[in-house]
């Protein structure tokens, strides 16, 4: 099929039928841009104008695809062709839109990925590379920064044993180990925050909550509140390895 030849045989037509662009388009309710297009062989007609267009030209659909006139005995053999082509098309047609429907398949499992990974990090599901232990961490030396006491961290749990990340925050060596043993062994003041301060359970999603209300407990036990401080200042530690 022969853009160019369809192009200037609408043209011709056109012009036969004493048409300028401007009163085509009007027929058509299309814009001139488009007959321009059409004429100069960079599109065809959409399918629902492609009949109207014939018409208003006075020549068959065969004759349209074929980009000139037909004798009566031509008919039938065009007809064959265009249907040919027509196929030919359609089939180009339907492998560029697979192929398009692949990469935007491939594009979206990326971003998927992507903004999935990040959802795990902030949730505290998963580490960044970045923030995970990777060297020690000494009050004062190297890019270390703050003062925390990793001595007494050590002291309570070994599971609460304290590294440096690249940034020089203080970070659990293990933070999932290490917020399953606070869990485990501070459970009085975790319920004591809970309850004074109606939080949803302690979990990856609610902990920062926890860590701002810890040291503001008013109720409960000395033991309690005193564990409820010191949830506080283990979750401030636990969160430089989702956040930075």
């Known amino acids: 099929m022969d853009q160019t030849k369809i192009g200037n045989f609408i043209t011709m037509c056109r012009k036969d039928k004493k048409l300028t662009q401007e009163q085509l388009a009007e027929k058509l309710n299309v814009s001139i841009n488009a007959v321009s297009k059409w004429e100069r062989g960079l599109n065809l007609p959409d399918y629902s104008n492609m009949q109207i267009l014939c018409d208003t030209l006075g020549i068959s659909i065969n004759e349209f695809f074929a980009g000139e006139y037909l004798k009566e005995n031509e008919v039938e053999k065009q007809a064959e062709r265009n249907i040919l082509d027509i196929l030919k098309i359609s089939n180009a047609k339907n492998r560029k839109t697979k192929l398009l429907i692949l990469i935007i398949s491939i594009l979206s499992a990326i971003l998927i990925i992507i903004i999935g990974r990040y959802i795990?990090?902030?949730?505290?599901?998963?580490i960044d590379d970045n923030l995970k232990y990777s060297q020690v961490y000494i009050i004062g030396?190297?890019?270390?920064?703050?003062?925390?006491?990793?001595?007494?961290?050590?002291?309570?749990?070994?599971?609460?044993?304290?590294?440096?990340?690249?940034?020089?925050?203080?970070?659990?060596?293990?933070?999932?180990?290490?917020?399953?043993?606070?869990?485990?062994?501070?459970?009085?003041?975790?319920?004591?925050?809970?309850?004074?301060?109606?939080?949803?359970?302690?979990?990856?999603?609610?902990y920062k909550s926890y860590k701002t209300y810890g040291w503001q407990v008013t109720t409960g036990t000395e033991e309690e509140k005193e564990q409820a401080r010191f949830i506080t200042s283990f979750l401030d530690i636990y969160e430089n390895s989702f956040n930075n």
């Open 120 to 126: 795990l990090v902030k949730c505290g599901f998963v």
């Open 141 to 206: 030396e190297s890019n270390n920064k703050g003062n925390v006491d990793i001595n007494k961290y050590g002291r309570i749990n070994i599971d609460f044993d304290i590294g440096a990340n690249k940034y020089g925050e203080a970070v659990f060596k293990n933070p999932q180990k290490a917020f399953r043993t606070l869990k485990k062994e501070y459970s009085s003041g975790i319920q004591l925050i809970q309850k004074e301060f109606n939080l949803l359970p302690l979990t990856n999603f609610t």
